[in-house]
C-alpha cells in the first residue's frame, strides 16, 4: 500500500481504530447498526490465522528448488481460494461482532476446514485435488451461518437471502461437486466459480450492507496477513541455514534477512499508514470499494510476492555453496520482489496518484529484480540476494526521503 506522497507521518500509522465506527450488531452496536469506537483483532481471529501460516508454509514449499512455470501456475491456483476464504471470512468477522459459541464454533470448523486444504496441497494438483475441493465447499458453508442471521435483520440493514444462498450456499455445493471433476479440468471449475463469486461481490457494491466497515480493523487484518507470510519467509531461511550449515549459507541468510526487514519497514511505516489514511478520508460508499480492491483483490499479488520470495530464499540459502541459482529460484526470488513492487503500484494508482509519481519508485522497484533475473546465470546465490535487498533498502530510503520533504512543507510557515 504504499504511497508516499500520502504518508502522513513517520512511524507504525495512525490508531487501529480508525475514526470509524466498529461495525457491530450485539449489545454495543446503535440502533443503526453503527458503532461508537473502532476495534482491534479479538483472540479468535488471531487463533484462525495460525492455520494459514501452515497454509503459506505448504504452498511455498511447492516452490523449493528449481520451480518452472507449472509449479507457479498451480501455486496461483491454490493460494487464490484460501485467500479470498479468508478475506471474506475477515469482513464478516469485522461486520459481525459477536463472540457467541456459535461464532466461535463457526470460525473453528472454518480453521478445520483450512487446516484440511493445506494438508492437500502438495498433490493438490493430483490425487488430492477431491479433498482440497471440499475444504474449500466447507468454508463456504461456514459463511452461510455467519451470513444467513443477517436476512432477518429490520430494514435496511437487511441483507437478501438470494446473497447468502447464492454466495455461500451454491457456491459450496458446486465446490463439493467439483471434487468429481478429474484433472486439468477440476482447475477450470474452480477458476469459473471463484469468477462467479468475485462477480457477486461487484454487483453488491457496498449497497445494504448490514453495518459500516471498520477500516481500521480491515487494515489491521491485512497487515497482519503480511505479517504471516513476511514470517513464513524468515521460518524458510532458519530451516534451510539448519540444513546448510556453512559460511556461504550464513552470509546468503544475514542477506535475506536484510531484504525481509526492509520490505517490513517500508510497508508498515509507509504502507499501512496510507492505507489508513486514504480509507479515513472516503465516505462509506468509497472505504467499501477501496477496502475490497485493495484488501480483496490487490494484496493478493502483495503476499503471493512475498511467499515465492520465502520460497527463492530458502534455495538462494541451500544453494549457497553453487556458481549459481537455478533459473526458477530466481523467478520466485526476483520475481516475486517484482511483483511485490507491481502491486503496490497498482495500489498507489487505486488510490488516485499520479502515474508520474508512481512511476518513480515503482519502475526501479519491478525493473531492477527483473534485470537480476536476466543475468543470475552469472550471478553467485550471494550477490543475487545482495542485489536485491540493495533494491529494497534503496526503496525505502527514497521512501523516508520523500516523507520528509512532506513534513518540512507541512511545516513551513505560510507566507
Known amino acids: 500500500?504504499?504511497?508516499?506522497?500520502?504518508?502522513?507521518?513517520?512511524?507504525?500509522?495512525?490508531?487501529?481504530?480508525?475514526?470509524?465506527?466498529?461495525?457491530?450488531?450485539?449489545?454495543?452496536?446503535?440502533?443503526?447498526?453503527?458503532?461508537?469506537?473502532?476495534r482491534h483483532a479479538d483472540w479468535l481471529e488471531l487463533f484462525f490465522d495460525l492455520v494459514f501460516v501452515a497454509l503459506a508454509a505448504q504452498l511455498s514449499h511447492q516452490l523449493h528448488g528449481d520451480p518452472g512455470?507449472?509449479?507457479?501456475?498451480?501455486?496461483?491456483?491454490?493460494?487464490?481460494?484460501?485467500?479470498?476464504?479468508?478475506?471474506?471470512l475477515t469482513v464478516s468477522a469485522n461486520i459481525f461482532v459477536d463472540n457467541s459459541p456459535r461464532r466461535r464454533l463457526l470460525m473453528l470448523s472454518a480453521m478445520l476446514c483450512i487446516a484440511v486444504m493445506a494438508a492437500s496441497v502438495p498433490e493438490a494438483d493430483t490425487d488430492r485435488g477431491s479433498v482440497y475441493a471440499l475444504g474449500y465447499a466447507g468454508t463456504r458453508l461456514v459463511l452461510l451461518g455467519l451470513w444467513w442471521p443477517a436476512t432477518k435483520y429490520p430494514e435496511p440493514l437487511r441483507v437478501p437471502r438470494w446473497r447468502p444462498l447464492s454466495y455461500c450456499l451454491a457456491s459450496g455445493l458446486l465446490w463439493a461437486a467439483s471434487a468429481a471433476v478429474p484433472t486439468p479440468w477440476q482447475y477450470v471449475v474452480w477458476a469459473v466459480l471463484i469468477a462467479a463469486e468475485m462477480a457477486l461481490l461487484l454487483t453488491a457494491r457496498g449497497g445494504r450492507m448490514p453495518a459500516r466497515?471498520?477500516?481500521?480493523?480491515?487494515?489491521?487484518?491485512?497487515?497482519?496477513?503480511v505479517i504471516i507470510v513476511l514470517g513464513e519467509s524468515v521460518i524458510a531461511l532458519v530451516t534451510s541455514a539448519d540444513h546448510t550449515w556453512t559460511l556461504q549459507a550464513g552470509v546468503v541468510g544475514v542477506l535475506g534477512f536484510v531484504l525481509l526487514a526492509?520490505?517490513?519497514?517500508?510497508?508498515?511505516?509507509?504502507?499501512?499508514?496510507?492505507?489508513?489514511?486514504?480509507?479515513a478520508k472516503a465516505d462509506d460508499h468509497q472505504a467499501y470499494l477501496l477496502a475490497r480492491d485493495i484488501g480483496g483483490f490487490l494484496h493478493f499479488f502483495v503476499t503471493a510476492g512475498v511467499l515465492c520470495m520465502a520460497a527463492g530464499l530458502a534455495t538462494a540459502v541451500e544453494e549457497a555453496d553453487h556458481a549459481h541459482l537455478p533459473t526458477g529460484a530466481v523467478w520466485a526470488l526476483a520475481g516475486g520482489l517484482a511483483l511485490y513492487h507491481a502491486a503496490h503500484a497498482c495500489i498507489a494508482l487505486r488510490y488516485g496518484r499520479p502515474p508520474a509519481s508512481v512511476a518513480v519508485w515503482a519502475v526501479p522497484g519491478i525493473c531492477i529484480?527483473?534485470?537480476v533475473v536476466w543475468?543470475?546465470?552469472?550471478?553467485?546465490?550471494?550477490?543475487?540476494?545482495?542485489?536485491?535487498?540493495?533494491?529494497?533498502?534503496?526503496h525505502l530510503l527514497y521512501a523516508r526521503k520523500v516523507l520528509r520533504h512532506r513534513l518540512a512543507a507541512a511545516a513551513a510557515p505560510t507566507p
Request: net charge negative.
Open 213 to 225: 466497515l471498520d477500516t481500521g480493523h480491515i487494515v489491521e487484518r491485512v497487515g497482519l496477513f
Open 1 to 38: 500500500m504504499i504511497s508516499y506522497e500520502d504518508a502522513g507521518r513517520e512511524g507504525g500509522g495512525t490508531d487501529p481504530g480508525g475514526p470509524m465506527g466498529t461495525p457491530q450488531t450485539g449489545a454495543n452496536a446503535e440502533p443503526d447498526g453503527h458503532a461508537t469506537e473502532g
Open 262 to 279: 526492509a520490505l517490513w519497514w517500508s510497508y508498515f511505516d509507509f504502507g499501512s499508514t496510507s492505507a489508513e489514511l486514504m480509507l
Open 369 to 371: 529484480p527483473l534485470l
Open 69 to 88: 512455470l507449472r509449479d507457479f501456475a498451480v501455486f496461483l491456483a491454490l493460494y487464490f481460494p484460501p485467500w479470498w476464504l479468508w478475506i471474506n
Open 375 to 394: 543475468g543470475a546465470g552469472h550471478l553467485a546465490p550471494w550477490l543475487v540476494v545482495l542485489l536485491l535487498a540493495a533494491e529494497a533498502i534503496v
